[in-house]
């Protein structure tokens, strides 16, 4: 039996884990696959029970799991708190424990969501692309991280990047861009930044290694125009973890909405962990209307990378395309068919089982 263990964690988290457990669920039943869920607390719902954002037995259950699938974490309740009890503490915690080096963010313009991005419908249409972001190093995890002086006159963060991090997350985006259109873009700042100057060095003694894949350069602050004004030159980017946090936030404007940014962590085994790119959503939690596709389409990425059951993450990708042609969608999005109808999570939850169930796919 294989065991996927949920972490809801705060704010809208709970209610698009709940939509992509249901998705599963009913896939899981139809293809009669033996799969247990077991939910564990991470963030600020585990401040509240435990005192810490990533209790042991957390932990424990992700050691002991096939994957994960985890909601967002955070909300203005613990703002207050001292950094080392901050509910994203414990997502950065998990990510780092796990070693889940490699983040893939899918950027799609599904076709009937190409009005619903702000960018012009020229610059959006056919763009495809996955950014893969380093995700357990650099400004997030650099040691010294501290405030200094006894008025706390001065404060330290710092980059830091071993030659295997680099290397590791750089071999895997040429292998995802061998299996696409073999074109690689790495993102660095290597007009200032040591580290990035020893990550071009490395992708560029990898790609030796690869002929098959074009690669190329940007810097980071001319990349975040180039995402705007012509992102369909892009087919597989590469860049550490700072800025692929930013770049994605940018991007998942192509799509339409953050809610429809999946994301799959993973190392290099089959073991992933899988979640939206968005967070908590504290402005509309509990309300019943946040958008669960990124979360659902996390569920597919799920079945794919860490249960080999490709057939079924594909069934999900489609069934969601289905639901979103027929004009249905949550009120992030902002369609302008005739026929489009705003719905909240459960109901396009119960549309997408419905076009699993159906097999329109
Ligand atoms: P956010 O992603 O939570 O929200 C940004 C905006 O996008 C908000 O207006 C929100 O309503 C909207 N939005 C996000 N996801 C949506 C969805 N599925 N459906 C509809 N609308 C959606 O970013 P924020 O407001 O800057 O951060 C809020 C909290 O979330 C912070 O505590 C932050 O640290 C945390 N966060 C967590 C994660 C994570 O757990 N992976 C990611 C990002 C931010
Ligand atoms: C994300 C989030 C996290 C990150 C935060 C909440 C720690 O923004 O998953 O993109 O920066 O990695
Ligand atoms: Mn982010």
């Keep these: 039996m294989k065991t996927i263990t949920v972490l809801p964690g705060d704010g809208i988290g709970p209610e698009v884990t ?16 033996d ?43 613990w703002n207050a708190q001292s950094m080392n009890v901050r509910p994203e503490q414990g997502l950065l915690g998990i990510r780092k424990t796990m070693g889940l080096f490699a983040n893939l963010r899918p950027v799609e313009a599904f076709d009937t969501l190409i009005d619903s991005s702000p960018i012009k419908r020229s610059f959006v249409e056919h763009v495809n692309f996955v950014i893969v972001r380093e ?44 299996k696409r259109n073999k074109k690689l873009t790495s993102i660095d700042k290597a007009n200032v930044l040591e580290s990035s100057r020893m990550w071009r060095e490395l992708v560029n003694q990898i790609a030796e290694r690869y002929p098959e894949v074009t690669v190329s350069h940007q810097l980071v602050d001319s990349a975040a125009m180039q995402l705007i004004t012509n992102p369909a030159q892009f087919d597989v980017l590469v860049t550490e973890n700072m800025f692929g946090d930013i770049l994605s936030d940018e991007a998942s404007v192509i799509t339409g909405s953050l809610g429809m940014m999946p994301s799959a962590s993973l190392r290099s085994d089959k073991v992933g962990l899988y979640e939206p790119a968005h967070g908590s959503a504290p402005d509309i939690a509990g309300q019943g209307i946040a958008n669960p596709l990124a979360t659902i389409l996390s569920a597919a990425l799920l079945l794919r990378y860490s249960l080999d059951m490709d057939q079924e993450a594909a069934q999900i990708e489609k069934a969601v395309r289905n639901v979103l042609s027929q004009g249905y969608h949550t009120c992030d999005l902002q369609m302008e068919q005739p026929n489009n109808h705003i719905v909240n999570t459960a109901e396009i939850t119960d549309l997408v089982i419905n076009a699993v169930n159906e097999n329109q796919t």
């Design 35 to 77: 799969v247990q869920f077991i939910e564990k607390k991470i963030g600020g719902a585990a401040i509240d029970t435990f005192g810490t954002p990533l209790p042991q037995e957390t932990i424990d259950q992700c050691h002991n799991s096939d994957a994960i699938l985890l909601g967002a974490v955070g909300g203005p309740k």
């Design 135 to 178: 995700l357990t190093g650099g400004l997030y995890f650099g040691r010294p991280s501290e405030r200094r002086g006894a008025h706390h006159e001065q404060v330290v963060d710092t980059l830091s990047y071993s030659k295997n991090e680099i290397e590791r997350v750089v071999e895997k985006a040429f292998q995802l861009a061998m």
């Design 18 to 33: 709940t939509s992509a457990v249901r998705v599963l669920r009913a896939l899981f039943e139809k293809s009669g696959r």
